[in-house]
């Protein structure tokens, strides 16, 4: 009995022992390490969704004038996270970076090895983004579909002073936690002007008349996703109100950039008016 009492006591510390081991193992594994460009690492863009062509390419399928959230994982071969890798980006096509540092407040991979970006699609076709740190590569393909293919009607682009590519130029980084925004020079030129601009309408209440309202550069699918990002949408102020309608609108207003974000927009146009095209 006392012999099975010992051996029971033995076992109890034995597991105990390994336990430790593993979890010490396990924290060495989280524990970060810096970034070295003369490494190869375990280095990946990753995304919500996508697919495999059967070329091996990686493809995100992604509307016209839509964003699209991805992120850097980069890691060690033994799965430790490399911290404060720098990555260089190539994108080639239509379609604009949502650089590092716009969408969070890091330009540089995290202790968990992650970095977010994103990429605001451009026209119909195959762009190719490219991202990589000394001999470390990923890739990924964007198939951008037209509007059209979705029965999605087209705003008249050729009537605007302001285009969605022009406003979608402005850049935001935060900066030592403060967010910096920087607007693009024909963008500037337009402040405190009477400028069209159209976009598809996203009402903020349920009136048919609509006074106070948002336009975006692309059809909205849900209230809390606006498409094209926060330089995709313009807050509009109409006194006389513009009827809610799923087609886009195309309207005449005092433009107004908003430099600090203090709004929760970069974007309003005041005392907007309906232009009908």
């Known amino acids: 009995m006392q012999h099975n009492s010992i051996k029971a006591i033995f076992y109890a510390l034995l597991l105990s022992v390994c336990l430790q081991a593993s979890s010490q193992d396990s924290d060495g594994l989280d524990t970060p390490v810096q970034s070295n460009n003369q490494q190869v690492y375990q280095f990946e863009i990753l995304s919500e969704v996508g697919y495999t062509d059967e070329n091996g390419r990686r493809i995100i399928d992604v509307i016209e004038g839509y964003q699209v959230n991805l992120a850097l994982a980069v890691e060690t071969d033994q799965g430790q996270p490399v911290i404060g890798l720098e990555a260089v980006f190539t994108l080639s096509g239509s379609s604009f970076l949502i650089a590092p540092g716009q969408l969070a407040s890091r330009t540089s991979t995290d202790e968990s090895g992650i970095l977010e970006f994103g990429i605001m699609a451009g026209r119909k076709g ?40 022009e406003l979608m130029q402005t850049k935001l980084d935060f900066v030592d936690g403060d967010l910096e925004i920087s607007f693009p020079k024909r963008v500037q030129e ?36 606006i498409p094209g990002g926060p330089a995709g949408v313009v807050e509009v102020f109409a006194d006389q109100g513009v009827e809610a309608s799923w087609e886009p609108v195309l309207l005449q207003g005092t433009l107004a950039l908003i430099s600090d974000g203090s709004a929760g927009v970069i974007y309003q146009l005041k005392q907007a008016v309906l232009i009908e095209h």
């Not at 762009?127 to 579909?145: C, K, M, P, Q, R």
């Not at 008349?209 to 209230?223: D, G, R």
């Open 126 to 165: 195959m762009d190719e983004l490219t991202v990589s740190f000394g001999a470390n590569e990923a890739s990924v393909y964007l198939n951008i579909i037209s509007l059209s293919r979705n029965n999605f009607p087209v705003g008249p682009t050729q009537e605007v002073d302001l285009s969605w590519p």
């Open 190 to 225: 337009r402040q405190g002007e009477r400028v069209k601009i159209w976009g598809f309408m996203m009402p903020l209440n349920a009136d048919l008349q609509q006074k106070h309202f948002l336009v975006t550069s692309s059809p909205p699918h849900c209230f809390f996703d």
